[in-house]
């Protein structure tokens, strides 16, 4: 799987970004794709999913109700809509294919090939 993610940039608190990630290729078996975030001196976090028939969607807690998550099939990407940013929504963005559940709402796993570059995404206060 190929996946190669776009839209990050500086926005001020309040502001709105878009982000892209084209993937080409991708397991069968797994459930969805969407999107992580890591901070300086944090762990990668879950974020936003979507499943591949693009019927249920996914959000941690803390973006529920702000950012969005959505297909196109006919251009085989997935966008993460982000709106009314904090400053803590402040990380690097991977998006991520092949993704299974493994537990809670917010568990996946990813496998190894299966992750996009990474696009920074800064909300200044």
């Known amino acids: 799987v190929q996946l190669q993610a776009s839209g990050g940039g500086l926005v001020p608190a309040g502001g709105s970004l878009r982000l892209s990630c084209a993937v080409s290729?991708?397991?069968?078996?797994?459930?969805?794709m969407g999107w992580f975030r890591q901070a300086p001196g944090r762990d990668r976090e879950f974020v936003a999913a979507?499943?591949?028939?693009?019927?249920?969607?996914y959000y941690r807690d803390a973006v529920k109700g702000r950012f969005t998550i959505y297909r196109d099939s006919a251009k085989n990407a997935t966008y993460l809509q982000m709106d009314s940013l904090k400053p803590e929504d402040t990380a690097v963005y991977y998006c991520?294919?092949?993704?299974?559940?493994?537990?809670?709402?917010?568990?996946?796993?990813?496998?190894?090939?299966?992750w996009g570059q990474g696009t920074q995404v800064t909300v200044s206060s």
């Open positions: 979507i499943t591949w028939s693009g019927g249920t969607t």
């Open positions: 991520a294919a092949d993704m299974n559940r493994v537990g809670g709402p917010g568990s996946w796993a990813v496998p190894l090939g299966s």
């Open positions: 290729g991708r397991t069968e078996s797994s459930d969805a």
